[in-house]
Antibody
Framework: QVLLQESGPGLVKPSGTLSLTCAVSGDSINTINWWAWVRQPPGKGLEWIGEVYHTGSTIYNPSLKRRITISVDKSKSQFSLNLRSVTAADTAVYYC????????????????????WGQGTLVTVSS | DIQLTQSPSSLSASVGDRVTITCRASQSISSYLSWYQQKPGKAPKLLLYATSTLQSGVPSRFSGSGSGTDFTLTISSLQAGDFATYYCQQSYRTPPTFGGGTRVEIK
């Protein structure tokens, strides 16, 4: 059973950089899965931030692309998020998650879904 | 981005009730739809993927249907542990997007 655990500061000053790490255990980070970050502002819905593959390839949400970097450290079985120039609007619970791929009976891709999640960490942007 | 609109945004129901939640996409997403359950203070939990395939360990009272732009999540007989917020999510196009959520409350 894969376990994901977020870590990082719970408070970041405006204009600063939010940095979080997700430790992966119970599964190799070197698989066909992608590793993602999703956030949820207090009382609101879910927003996909971006994801990384074990090769270092990344896909980012265009709305955040200018401010984010997601990287992977295979030797430590972890991946990280850096979000620059934060404002109060970036206050949220940040989740890391594993994105898995599913195939139909003929072997064709049929879905992708976030099947394992960390417990989440609240990051507040405030001076 | 593909927009997902869930309805209703909230509902009240009793244990044993049949509950249906709908998710409408702003364009066709084939069957690339997943459903998640989220309880307060917890991470989302994957219930179904590919519209109607139950994730391992998810009770069979949960079912999904639809294709193209219109999808439904049905709970055949609501149990106490099912009171939560439910989200749909599309994986047809990047960025993956989520619906706004449906909160299922106790009547």
């Amino acid at each position: 059973q894969v376990l994901l655990q977020e870590s990082g500061p719970g408070l970041v000053k405006p204009s600063g950089t939010l940095s979080l790490t997700c430790a992966v255990s119970g599964d190799s980070i070197n698989t066909i899965n992608w590793w993602a970050w999703v956030r949820q502002p207090p009382g609101k819905g879910l927003e996909w931030i971006g994801e990384v593959y074990h090769t270092g390839s990344t896909i980012y949400n265009p709305s955040l692309k200018r401010r984010i970097t997601i990287s992977v450290d295979k030797s430590k079985s972890q991946f990280s998020l850096n979000l620059r120039s934060v404002t109060a609007a970036d206050t949220a619970v940040y989740y890391c998650a594993r994105k898995s791929f599913y195939y139909d009976t003929t072997g064709h891709p049929s879905a992708q879904a976030f099947d394992s999640w960390g417990q989440g960490t609240l990051v507040t942007v405030s001076s | 981005d593909i927009q997902l609109t869930q309805s209703p945004s909230s509902l009240s129901a009793s244990v044993g009730d049949r509950v249906t939640i709908t998710c409408r996409a702003s364009q066709s997403i084939s069957s690339y739809l997943s459903w998640y359950q989220q309880k307060p203070g917890k991470a989302p939990k994957l219930l179904l993927y590919a519209t109607s395939t139950l994730q391992s360990g998810v009770p069979s009272r949960f079912s999904g249907s639809g294709s193209g732009t219109d999808f439904t999540l049905t709970i055949s007989s609501l149990q106490a542990g099912d009171f939560a917020t439910y989200y749909c999510q599309q994986s047809y196009r990047t960025p993956p997007t989520f619906g706004g959520g449906t909160r299922v409350e106790i009547k």
